[in-house]
């Protein structure tokens, strides 16, 4: 961690929820319109911690990796959450924190960048999987990049079923010009995935 970057400790994640797993399984489905209405920082705080966060021993974490070599990178993009200002973030699961990448909306040029996608401008938050892939294949060889993906997938599910157990909407996107978005994030890992997230 970049010891000048200023952190925000997230609320603690409830491993408790009031809705079943087989709702959620049933509910799960893609949305690409949102309402403004802003998520609060309990509910991002969750889907963070859905994605990537520690589990019961301290050392694993929500979703599946290859040699528990968890080569994925948690970014969130904010442009509307109580208590968090819009901008760039980067979500570390030791100690399930956010560190501050940049302090302004980037939803519009996320938007442009994704083929104009316009429900990435107005989701209240998006959150993107990067992934260093050297983290696997060093172990793995060139097989690992298929790991990675299959990772990314894990990950992405769980994003959907968190985000339906609240009642709120999310899509996968794929579509998106890498180099730009990475630009735009301010990071040099590869852009895998694009999951903005509203109330419906």
Known sequence: MNALAQTVRLPQPKTVGSVSLEE???ARQSVRSFRPDPLSL??????????????????RRTAPSAG??????VLLTVRSVEGLKPGVYRYRPSGHV???IASHDV????????????FIES???NVVLAAEYGRTTQRYGERGRRYVHMEAGHVGQNLYLQAAAFGLGTVAVGAFEDEDVRRI??????VLYIFPVGKK
């Open 24 to 26: 959620t399984l049933a």
């Open 42 to 59: 309990e509910q991002v705080s969750q889907l963070l911690w859905s994605a990537q966060g520690m589990t019961y021993d301290g050392r």
């Open 68 to 73: 528990a070599t968890y080569p994925l990178e």
């Open 98 to 100: 956010l560190e501050t």
């Open 107 to 118: 939803g519009r040029s996320l938007g442009q960048a994704c083929l104009n996608q316009r």
């Open 123 to 125: 989701a209240a938050i």
């Open 185 to 190: 994030l301010g990071i040099r890992e590869d």
